[in-house]
Nanobody, 118 residues
C-alpha cells in the first residue's frame, strides 16, 4: 500500500522556521521525483519545489527561492522541506507528491497545515 505521510506543520510567527517531513512507503522511493505543493486558503494548489529522483535537479517557485530548501534522504525514503524566513503568504496546506520518471503513477499525501501569523 502506497503511503505519503506529511508531518511538521503548525503555527509559526513571521520570520520563523519549520521543517516538513514526508515519509514514503509502498513504492521504490529512490526512483521517483518528489515535489512539495501547497494550497493557500481559497486558492489553487501550486508547486513549491521539486527534486529529481537522483537529487541532482531541483526546481523552486520564485516565491520561495532563497528561503526554502528541499532535501531527500533515499535511505530513509523521506523528503524534507526546510522553510525559513516564513511569511504570512506562506500559509497553506502543504502536500507531498511523488511522480514516476515517465509521469505515471502519481501519489499524494494527505497534507499538513502551515500557518504563519503573529
Amino acid at each position: 500500500q502506497v503511503q505519503l505521510v506529511e508531518s511538521g506543520g503548525g503555527l509559526v510567527q513571521p520570520g520563523g522556521s519549520l521543517r516538513l517531513s514526508c515519509a514514503a512507503s509502498g513504492f521504490t522511493f529512490n526512483r521517483y521525483h518528489m515535489n512539495w505543493y501547497r494550497q493557500p486558503p481559497g486558492k489553487e494548489r501550486e508547486l513549491v519545489v521539486g527534486i529529481s529522483w537522483t537529487g541532482s535537479i531541483t526546481n523552486y517557485a520564485d516565491s520561495v527561492k532563497g528561503r526554502f530548501t528541499i532535501i531527500r534522504d533515499n535511505a530513509k525514503s523521506t523528503v524534507y522541506l526546510q522553510m525559513n524566513s516564513l511569511k504570512p503568504e506562506d500559509t497553506a496546506v502543504y502536500f507531498c507528491n511523488a511522480v514516476a520518471p515517465y509521469g505515471l503513477p502519481v501519489y499524494w499525501g494527505q497534507g499538513t497545515q502551515v500557518t504563519v501569523s503573529s
